[in-house]
């Protein structure tokens, strides 16, 4: 017998139903913002969640730093016992996203995403939602598992959300005790907006569920980095173009709009 695991969708975003991982949610932050004195003897503010075993994230309100128990000197004025931390959440799903701004003004996205499957049966099949502003991404759209295989799909309507349902049948199921990853993979036409001279990248997330996202986005050949908000974890310079990098952790229902604004060269337009 074989379960199916339900996936939606949310503003561009793909989202494993809290179903998959009901016995695993993690409470609201209880304990708020601590002051932490890290290894290197910087002094931050922030809130801290066990990623895994002896891992942990800091999210500051700038940044989020990827921590082991050697890194966190003291909190609240107080050496921490060990791997009891204090930690009020446990991250439970991740996401990371390329985007690729192309020269004719489309943005290519390719995010992937893992789940585990914690249940006593073998998941065969996955589904999810794309709302109606998400619907001309199926022009270009793509699945393609861990192995490199790119997955048939099947498209219905959805009535419940205005939009399409995605159907995947999974070319190697995920066994109980597994992780299961996909990449997605789509073109974004009319992300990019012009002001004063200056191109804008933007995209706000709006996570329904808690998640450590990581989005990574390359701007086109020539362009000129003004200003990036919030902070990024790395701005840096590949095969000639800039590359800007962000890390947050976003809890469920929390909005925060990344930005990129730069200049394109003469030479570049």
Same mark, same amino acid.
């Given at each position: ?8 969708? #949310? ?33 931050? !503010? ?32 107080? *050496?921490?016992?060990?791997? #009891?931390?204090? #930690? ?7 996401? =990371? ?11 290519? *996205? ?15 099949? *996955? ?5 109606? !502003? ?5 022009? !270009? ?23 399409? &349902?995605?159907?995947? +049948? ?7 005790? =597994?992780?299961? &990853? ?12 012009? =002001?004063?001279? =200056?191109?804008?990248?933007? !995209? ?19 362009? #000129? ?6 902070? +990024? ?14 890390? &947050? ?21």
């Amino acid at each position: 017998m074989t379960r199916k695991i339900t996936m939606i969708a #949310a503003l561009g975003l793909v989202v494993v139903l809290a179903a998959l991982w009901s016995r695993q949610r993690a409470t609201r932050i209880s304990a708020g913002v601590h002051a932490f004195e890290l290894s290197d003897g910087k002094q931050v !503010h922030g809130v801290l969640m066990t990623l895994r075993a002896g891992s942990y994230i800091l999210q500051t309100g700038e940044q989020c730093l990827l921590l082991g128990l050697d890194d966190i000197r003291r909190i609240d004025g107080k *050496v921490p016992a060990g791997a #009891a931390l204090g #930690a009020d959440r446990k991250v439970l799903f991740a996401q =990371e996203s390329f985007e690729d701004i192309s020269d004719s003004g489309y943005v290519e *996205v390719r995010s992937t995403w893992r789940w585990r499957n914690d249940g006593a049966q073998v998941l065969d099949q *996955v589904d999810w939602g794309l709302n109606a !502003h998400e619907i001309p991404q199926l022009q !270009h759209y793509r699945v393609i598992d861990s192995y490199g295989n790119e997955l048939g799909l099947r498209i219905e309507d959805d009535a419940t959300i205005h939009g399409k &349902r995605v159907f995947v +049948a999974l070319r190697r199921p995920v066994l109980p005790g =597994e992780e299961g &990853r996909l990449t997605v993979v789509y073109r974004e036409p009319g992300r990019l907006e012009r =002001e004063d001279g =200056e191109w804008i990248y933007r !995209h706000v997330g709006d996570y329904p569920d808690d998640r450590l996202v990581t989005r990574s986005v390359c701007l086109p050949a020539g362009a #000129a980095v003004v200003a990036v908000r919030p902070q +990024a974890l790395y701005t840096v310079t590949t095969a000639g173009r800039e590359l800007v990098v962000w890390r &947050r952790f976003f809890a469920a229902g929390e909005q925060l709009p990344w930005e990129i604004r730069y200049r394109l060269s003469l030479a570049s337009r």
